[in-house]
């Protein structure tokens, strides 16, 4: 059972979160998106790739987005934030595209990973809670995904701030999936395992 200060911290945690998911949600519309969507769709017109990274709890938001874009339509591989400077950069080719993920967008091994790939001749769409940050005034595209309160009485560990990101890049993946106009056939067509693949086969 719950004692009167855990419920104290979760009330709190959710009351603050939704307030700056609130923030972020006025930000979101389709100027906020459309110098990505274009690098996006400009690299894949141009054979080439979209690659997501970030370092520590941002590397897992860049699993779930790579992820997430590919079974909508948009290919995307995770790239490795500091395996990058170890030769996984690599796998990342000029007139590719790299999303950057970053709270305070000044991480050092993420700085030293932006710097090789805009050296590759990469394209970089930096996500980052700092306007003002290395990475948001190094990408060649920058999205908000900040937020004043992580949700907690410490307001260290990366809570609201990990939604915020995964969000900003949800509707990044939204825009993509309309303007390819995918279809729920197609969308099936790539998930033929689970409770997805069972609805495919019942249609």
């Not at 007139?95 to 001749?121: F, M, P, W, Y």
Request: glycine residues 10%; hydrophobic residues 35%; contains cysteine.
């Amino acid at each position: 059972m719950l004692s009167e200060k855990d419920e104290q911290e979760l009330e709190h945690f959710l009351n603050a979160s939704l307030m700056e998911f609130e923030k972020i949600r006025r930000k979101l519309d389709s100027r906020f998106y459309q110098e990505a969507v274009r690098l996006i769709l400009e690299a894949e017109q141009n054979k080439c790739h979209v690659h997501i990274t970030g370092i520590g709890k941002p590397g897992h938001v860049a699993g779930y987005i790579a992820s997430l874009l590919s079974s909508t339509g948009t290919p995307a591989y995770v790239l490795h934030g500091t395996e990058a400077v170890h030769g996984s950069a690599g796998q990342v080719v000029p007139g590719d595209v790299v999303i950057a993920i970053s709270n305070s967008g000044e991480t050092e091994e993420l700085k030293a990973t932006i710097q090789t790939l805009k050296s590759n001749g990469a394209r970089i769409i930096a996500v980052s809670g700092n306007p003002d940050s290395w990475l948001a005034k190094h990408g060649d595209v920058f999205l908000y995904a900040g937020v004043e309160e992580e949700g907690d009485s410490l307001n260290m560990a990366p809570r609201a701030s990990i939604v915020a990101e995964i969000l900003v890049l949800q509707g990044l993946s939204l825009v993509l999936q309309s303007r390819k106009e995918l279809s729920q056939r197609q969308y099936l067509k790539w998930h033929p395992g689970g409770s997805l693949g069972k609805r495919k086969e019942q249609s």
